[in-house]
């Protein structure tokens, strides 16, 4: 895939957690040179933290979105293949598609589905997530997203779908924005009988890296989700880990840069 006129930029919201950073989105950025031989650039969507995050070495580089395409005409790059790193097409992706129309005129830009982009992409996911957490039929899953309330999408459900047509009723995907969302939850684990049968509830996370505000919703604070499923008398469990820490995950970016090759 060599080709010195296009730079690929991989694109996420952007922590401030060095660990987070380098446990997911770093791995990404890696993963994607190796694969294509390409330069691949990070970019952070908030700007503040790609300023704060970025490295002295142009391997901890971290973009702003209009710095990484500013850089990219001043070194003469023609193509720029935008890898968003979001689960699904919502706010963050939309308006990230809004930053890039002001290049176009520049650079010719392409920008790749987020994760769960249709019910194929979903289908490949549901494969990979069950492979890498290695479901136990004795527990149940709870795979809980951030969500959007402005931004409904289906991906969530198409993943669940696809769940349970592989045979895994015992994972239910929860958006924490959506409507009563801690409410589907217990709804859920009622009809599986989690409580009388005393098993544990594995919270997982559907974020790409780990990072304060999903630790605050999910655990940190005694009204969080997972609190609250113990005050409700679950065993509830969770892996604090993003998904971008998993190198099967990680495989997904690599056919979202095919898509637009």
Same mark, same amino acid.
């Given at each position: 895939? &060599?080709?010195? =006129?296009?730079?690929?930029?991989?694109? &996420?919201?952007?922590?401030?957690?060095?660990?987070?950073? %380098?446990?997911?989105?770093? =791995?990404?950025?890696?993963?994607?040179?190796?694969?294509?031989?390409?330069?691949? #650039?990070?970019?952070?969507?908030?700007?503040?933290?790609? =300023?704060?995050? !970025?490295?002295?070495?142009?391997?901890?580089?971290?973009?702003?979105?209009?710095?990484?395409?500013? !850089?990219?005409?001043?070194? +003469?790059?023609?193509?720029?293949?935008?890898?968003?790193?979001?689960?699904?097409?919502?706010?963050?992706?939309?308006?990230?598609?809004?930053?890039?129309?002001?290049?176009?005129?520049?650079?010719?830009?392409?920008?790749?589905?987020?994760?769960?982009? $249709?019910?194929?992409?979903?289908?490949?996911?549901?494969?990979?997530?069950?492979? /890498? !957490?290695?479901?136990? @039929?004795?527990?149940?899953?709870?795979?809980? &997203?951030?969500?959007? @309330?402005?931004? @409904?999408? /289906?991906?969530?459900?198409?993943?669940?779908?696809?769940?349970?047509? =592989?045979?895994?009723? $015992?994972? +239910?995907?929860?958006?924490?924005?959506?409507?009563? &969302?801690?409410?589907?939850?217990?709804?859920?684990?009622?009809?599986?009988?989690?409580?009388?049968?005393? !098993?544990?509830?594995?919270?997982? @996370?559907?974020?790409? %890296? #780990?990072?304060?505000?999903?630790?605050?919703?999910?655990? $940190?604070?005694?009204?969080?989700?997972?609190?609250?499923?113990?005050?409700?008398?679950?065993?509830?469990?969770?892996?604090?880990?993003?998904?971008?820490?998993?190198?099967?995950?990680?495989?997904?970016? $690599? +056919?979202?840069?095919?898509?637009?090759?």
């Amino acid at each position: 895939m &060599s080709d010195n =006129k296009t730079v690929i930029l991989v694109v &996420s919201v952007g922590t401030n957690i060095i660990r987070a950073k %380098a446990a997911a989105y770093d =791995k990404i950025v890696e993963d994607l040179a190796k694969y294509s031989s390409l330069p691949v #650039w990070q970019a952070f969507t908030d700007d503040d933290t790609a =300023k704060a995050m !970025t490295g002295n070495s142009a391997a901890d580089k971290v973009y702003t979105v209009e710095g990484a395409l500013e !850089t990219a005409i001043a070194q +003469k790059y023609t193509d720029v293949k935008v890898i968003p790193v979001f689960m699904a097409r919502g706010e963050l992706y939309f308006t990230l598609q809004g930053r890039l129309e002001f290049y176009k005129d520049r650079l010719n830009i392409k920008v790749a589905d987020p994760v769960l982009a $249709n019910a194929e992409a979903c289908a490949e996911v549901a494969d990979i997530l069950v492979n /890498m !957490t290695e479901i136990d @039929p004795g527990k149940e899953y709870l795979l809980v &997203s951030h969500g959007n @309330p402005k931004f @409904p999408f /289906m991906g969530y459900k198409f993943l669940e779908q696809s769940l349970q047509e =592989k045979g895994y009723a $015992n994972m +239910k995907v929860i958006s924490l924005m959506e409507r009563d &969302s801690f409410g589907q939850a217990i709804t859920f684990l009622k009809k599986r009988n989690a409580l009388e049968r005393n !098993t544990n509830v594995v919270v997982i @996370p559907l974020i790409v %890296a #780990w990072g304060d505000y999903m630790a605050d919703e999910l655990y $940190n604070s005694q009204d969080s989700f997972i609190w609250q499923l113990r005050a409700a008398g679950y065993r509830a469990v969770f892996t604090g880990m993003g998904l971008g820490e998993f190198e099967s995950f990680r495989t997904i970016y $690599n +056919k979202r840069l095919d898509a637009i090759m």
